[in-house]
């Protein structure tokens, strides 16, 4: 009663000053020092506006004093809003609103007292009216809203469960049907996952993972009507399995606890996981049929916050979906296929020795890692001659199928029942095994190879002989014949013997090495014996040679055997694997490794072919200024033959191997065979046989031999004769 009589009580003040008439308002002139929010009423006093009051109430006299504002909502004159509701002060008056979280069932936003009081609780999720994330749900509470994680989803680490701040991530992500196809089998399938998904829980997620690989098994062991699908769909079924198992397992791997995880079906498919906080050890994923090994700090680089997880998955019965498969080659292996094993078969499909395995980390992106991942494949199947084996990763294309790749990935080691693989991204793998036509080799060919080399080999054995034990011809020139001889010698022989023996791969590596070696140690001499050539026909006047051979004598040694040395050296550091290819024990084409012999080759028969012309030039120029001198011209003639026999020597005819192509190939590749398998007949021809002084030492051989065999002989008849002499004569 008291708070209501104050509260009139300028209005009461107000009308008994109007009562009083215009007399008693201007029976003085109206104060001129009234304060703000006040009236004035006469010439000595000023009335408050309503809502203000001065410290000596509403009339104010004294010009010190000024109306402020009357706090309605505050004691003693605290205006009751009624339940759920407040009070809100303003200048000169007040207002009642609804508390946070309930509105008015008018919809209004103020009202005067708790007589107009409406407040009911404000659902914010219907109305719209709340800022929870799109990954969160909206749940209305009295008075207030929180955002709660969708179904299948889980708090982001770091992310405060908080009504206006709760970022959720996907544990369960939705998995779709392939597009365009179903099946009433996968139509069961995805019905059973759905049933998964709708029920999950974070804290059944390791229950929930294991049901899945279950339904996963069960739909590859007995596939139905899958089976009756053109391939192309089944192969559009297994890039959608494939792809979609490793996006679940992937999110439903966040909310397990650290620690690992397995499942094993009697079907064969099979799950390993490994969930860990941190760590500095290697990782080793293993299965009844392959291994996974990585580093755990680098899982951790790759992943995002949180525990770092990576799995590995066995799933056998995909084969029967992946069968004729293509296999797309990177351009730069497809090279090395066709040069090693001339033509892929592209009508024959390639065959699967291992089962379809799927790896992935708990980072998505992971097609391009910074460290290698090490996979070990057991197979039951070998490869054969005519075979090539793959390390391959299914690839998804742009229609849902996919094919098999090879990039990023590549044979370690391959032996009868396990392939060992180095990939640099994490997919679906592989073993392939791609057939492929090899080129029959012409036999004719090969005779001719045989023979050749073996008749080099005769030659060359005779000719270093000849170089080693005639005294009389031993010089510079013979020095390089000598070492020419025995590189080819050794070089030949080992080609002849062991070329073939791919078997064992480091022995092979060492074969291939040792080639390498030889034969650019072989083509170096011929370079000293072209450079050779050169300097004795351009110093042909001096009688002997003495700056040419000073020359060749502090050359040939260090060059002759180091420079190929060096190349050989910086091959095998850079990429020592090339050694060795599947079908010859010789250098890989792959990433250019063959230009390591190709090159110097292609160098020094070049040059070789230079030193020829100008050599033949300068016999030319001075064949033509010689008198008649016959001794003189008859040595000069022969020079020129054996220059010209040198091209052959020299190495220059390599050159025909670079024009087999279009349809001279066939006859260069004779050419090539007959020409070069020859080269040691040629050497000892040439500085042998043609030599006069190395005929003369041959005819000082042969009479020797026969002194000493007529001797052998004369000393045995005369032994005979005494023994027949010594016996008794005996008489009948």
């Known amino acids: 009663m008291m708070k209501r009589f104050l509260r009139l009580l300028p209005g009461f003040s107000l009308l008994l000053l109007l009562s009083l008439g215009p007399t008693a308002q201007h029976s003085r002139a109206c104060a001129r020092w009234c304060p703000r929010n006040s009236i004035c009423v006469s010439g000595t006093a000023c009335l408050c506006h309503p809502g203000f009051i001065s410290l000596s109430g509403e009339i104010i006299t004294n010009p010190a004093e000024t109306c402020d504002d009357i706090n309605e909502c505050e004691a003693p004159l605290a205006v009751s809003c009624g339940k759920f509701a407040d009070c809100q002060n303003t200048e000169g008056s007040y207002y009642c609103t609804c508390s946070p979280g309930y509105e008015l069932v008018s919809g209004g936003r103020t009202f005067r007292n708790e007589n107009e009081n409406t407040c009911q609780d404000e659902d914010e999720c219907s109305s719209g009216r709340h800022q929870c994330h799109s990954s969160t749900v909206c749940v209305n509470t009295v008075d207030s809203y929180r955002c709660r994680c969708r179904p299948g989803w889980i708090l982001i680490p770091g992310s405060p469960d908080g009504p206006n701040n709760t970022v959720c991530e996907e544990i369960f992500p939705p998995w779709t049907p392939p597009l365009g196809i179903m099946t009433q089998r996968l139509s069961q399938f995805f019905e059973r996952v759905e049933d998964l998904r709708r029920d999950f829980k974070s804290a059944l997620a390791q229950v929930t993972i294991q049901n899945l690989m279950q339904e996963v098994d069960v739909l590859l062991e007995t596939p139905g009507d899958l089976e009756t699908l053109p391939r192309s769909e089944q192969h559009c079924v297994a890039s959608n399995l494939l792809f979609g198992l490793e996006d679940v397992l992937r999110g439903l791997s966040k909310a397990l606890p650290t620690g690992s995880l397995t499942f094993n079906s009697s079907a064969g498919t099979e799950l390993s996981m490994e969930v860990l906080e941190q760590g500095d050890r290697n990782v080793i994923l293993s299965q009844n049929q392959a291994k996974m090994l990585l580093n755990w700090d680098m899982v951790q680089e790759s992943g995002d916050s949180g525990p770092s997880v990576v799995g590995l998955v066995s799933t056998p019965g995909m084969g029967k979906l992946l069968a004729e498969a293509p296999l797309v080659l990177e351009p730069e292996k497809r090279a090395v296929v066709h040069e090693t094993h001339k033509d892929l078969r592209q009508v024959v499909s390639p065959v699967l020795l291992s089962d379809v395995f799927t790896s992935f980390m708990n980072n998505n992106d992971t097609q391009n890692l910074s460290f290698q991942v090490t996979f070990i494949f057991n197979h039951s199947v070998t490869s054969g001659p005519r075979q090539r084996v793959f390390c391959v990763f299914w690839e998804r294309g742009q229609n849902g199928s996919g094919h098999w790749a090879t990039t990023g990935c590549r044979v370690v080691d391959t032996r009868d029942t396990s392939t060992t693989c180095h990939c640099t991204h994490l997919s679906s793998f592989a073993v392939l095994m791609a057939h492929y036509d090899v080129q029959e080799e012409d036999p004719v060919l090969a005779v001719i190879t045989y023979i050749g080399l073996s008749l080099s080999l005769l030659c060359l054995l005779l000719a270093a002989l000849t170089f080693l034990l005639c005294r009389a011809i031993q010089n510079t020139s013979t020095s390089l014949h000598l070492q020419l001889s025995l590189c080819l010698l050794l070089a030949h022989l080992l080609f002849l013997t062991a070329i073939d023996r791919t078997k064992i791969k480091v022995l092979c590596a060492l074969i291939a090495g040792a080639l390498h070696y030889l034969y650019l140690a072989s083509f170096t001499w011929m370079l000293l ?50 050694y060795g290819t599947p079908t010859r024990c010789w250098l890989h084409s792959e990433k250019g490794f063959i230009w390591g012999f190709l090159g110097p080759v292609c160098a020094i028969f070049s040059v070789n072919e230079t030193f020829f012309l100008v050599t033949l030039w300068i016999l030319k120029s001075k064949l033509s200024s010689l008198n008649s001198d016959v001794s003189t011209l008859q040595n000069k003639r022969m020079l020129t033959f054996k220059a010209t026999a040198q091209l052959f020597i020299l190495g220059c005819t390599w050159c025909l191997g670079i024009l087999q192509v279009g349809p001279a190939a066939h006859v260069m590749a004779y050419l090539f065979t007959i020409i070069n398998s020859l080269q040691g007949v040629f050497i000892f021809l040439v500085y042998c046989l043609l030599s006069q002084q190395v005929r003369e030492q041959y005819g000082k051989w042969f009479k020797r031999v026969r002194n000493i065999k007529g001797k052998s002989e004369t000393y045995t008849l005369s032994s005979r004769a005494m023994s027949d002499a010594s016996k008794p004569i005996m008489v009948y």
């Open 529 to 578: 014996e072209g450079l050779h050539l050169f300097l004795t026909a351009r110093n042909l006047m001096v009688v002997n040679y003495s700056s040419a051979s000073r020359f060749m004598r502090k050359l040939m040694f260090p060059v002759g055997y180091g420079v190929p040395a060096v190349i050989v050296a910086i091959s095998a550091a850079s990429r020592p694997h090339l």
